[in-house]
């Protein structure tokens, strides 16, 4: 694996399987059943300059149960940046300071540009409409996990994403990793004009997979096993865009009449989160807490483990984690939600 992270196109099928692999390791120190300190002593640099709070905290979670501490900084208005300063510049200031480092940047091609400038490993923690390789991750080991208990396989499976697609970080990278599997049937619908960019629908056609993009989800999706939905990103629009938005109805909206009358039981429901619960912002709707089949805070849950393994293949540590073992010796509820299935 490449000592960066930055796009899932450095990955291929055995590396994720392996990532895959090692964040099922990850489970017991994720679930607070076991400690490790396995990166005592390693700083994380956690470098966010774009609004982020569950990613942020998922990543400073993960490289904390692995015994490593954080420094965190967020926004421009308090990073040098805001005087000036290059990428390349505080890239190796903080390569400096840091044994690893997580940068979310709000314009695409910058973490790469700041990952140039340093040996130490960076991961894309989103770089504006371009990717998001760590969710992409943990997206695929949720979708890995929910087959698993549903005793489904992932040749073959029917796939729906919806929401939008033009901006949609989160999508970008999952549908390239998808795309590494055997041929299944991807189902694209999306807002006129927030579709998913033409060339990633030719990668993965060329890759052998089965790929519908409509306009609407007026059909029947019986045979759907996942449906991952998006939110509007308004703040990305342009101007122009922006009349587009104000046409966008509840049409495109996955709530729980959706999910009865046009999918199975067994069609699980993610989204990448945060998800915009205010009237009118066309977001999976919020009927849907308590629902076995919404399965969003398991997703959050296993952004632990996988960013976990990334930090520990990064780092080079995968290999002794349980050799570093011991119990958990506080309290830990059974469940961490009130409305979990």
């Not at 076991?34 to 979670?61: P, W």
């Not at 912002?281 to 996988?306: C, E, H, K, W, Y």
Request: glycine share 8%; aromatic share 6%; with cysteine.
């Amino acid at each position: 694996m490449s000592h960066h992270l930055l796009s899932v196109d450095s990955l291929n099928r055995d590396r994720v399987d392996h990532l895959l692999r090692v964040a099922a390791r990850m489970e017991p120190i994720a679930g607070r059943q076991k400690v490790t300190r396995v990166l005592e002593g390693a700083v994380l640099g956690n470098l966010f300059f774009e609004a982020s709070t569950r990613t942020r905290v998922s990543f400073n979670a993960a490289f904390c149960r692995l015994g490593g501490s954080v420094c965190d900084t967020t926004g421009f208005t308090f990073s040098s940046m805001a005087k000036g300063e290059s990428l390349y510049d505080t890239s190796r200031v903080m390569s400096g300071y840091c044994d690893a480092i997580v940068m979310r940047h709000p314009e695409q091609g910058s973490v790469a540009e700041f990952a140039a400038a340093t040996h130490i490993p960076v991961i894309n923690g989103g770089d504006g409409p371009g990717e998001h390789p760590s969710q992409a991750l943990l997206d695929l080991y949720t979708i890995d996990k929910e087959f698993a208990r549903l005793g489904k396989s992932l040749k073959g499976a029917h796939i729906l994403l919806t929401g939008d697609l033009l901006h949609g970080r989160t999508v970008h990278s999952l549908i390239k990793l998808l795309s590494l599997y055997d041929p299944m049937r991807l189902t694209l619908v999306s807002p006129p004009g927030l579709e998913m960019p033409a060339a990633l629908v030719d990668l993965v056609t060329s890759r052998g997979h089965r790929v519908e993009v409509r306009d609407s989800l007026a059909s029947n999706f019986s045979d759907l096993d996942v449906v991952y939905t998006t939110r509007i990103q308004k703040e990305r629009f342009t101007a122009e865009m922006s009349e587009t938005f104000a046409g966008v109805s509840d049409d495109f909206t996955i709530h729980k009449r959706f999910m009865d009358q046009h999918c199975s039981p067994s069609t699980i429901v993610m989204h990448p989160l945060p998800r915009d619960s205010r009237p009118g912002a066309n977001d999976l709707n919020v009927d849907l807490n308590g629902d076995s089949r919404l399965a969003i805070f398991r997703q959050t849950d296993n952004g632990i483990p996988m960013r976990m393994a990334i930090f520990a293949t990064l780092l080079q540590v995968d290999d002794v984690i349980e050799k570093d073992l011991r119990p958990v010796r506080w309290f830990v509820p059974a469940q961490t939600g009130t409305l979990d299935r």
